[in-house]
């Protein structure tokens, strides 16, 4: 006769939960790979994808915090590349300066 012992279940917290999905989202790795990678159960991790997935509503694949920030690093990188052009030009002009 055999016994069989109860299931011991692992907590993840949601940083490791998101971190996870993130894995999966952003290096389009399969999920079975990603939850050998991490040493997670496959079904689980397809769970955390797949609610992540729908807590997006499926409308898009950024979520509103990813929008907010990629607004912003959109900004930033509009600012960064005029600030780039304009100190291009001061090159420019003091090199024709240092020239004459």
Known sequence: ????MPEI???YDREFR???VRIVEETRKPIAQVARD???NEGTLGNWVTRSRAA???SSSLSTGDYDELKRLRAEVAEL???RDVLKRSVVLWVKEATK
């Open 9 to 11: 279940r692992k907590k």
């Open 56 to 58: 997006r509503d499926g």
């Open 38 to 40: 991490l040493g997670v």
């Open 18 to 20: 998101e971190g996870a």
């Open 81 to 83: 590349r005029m600030e």
């Open 1 to 4: 006769m055999r016994i069989e």
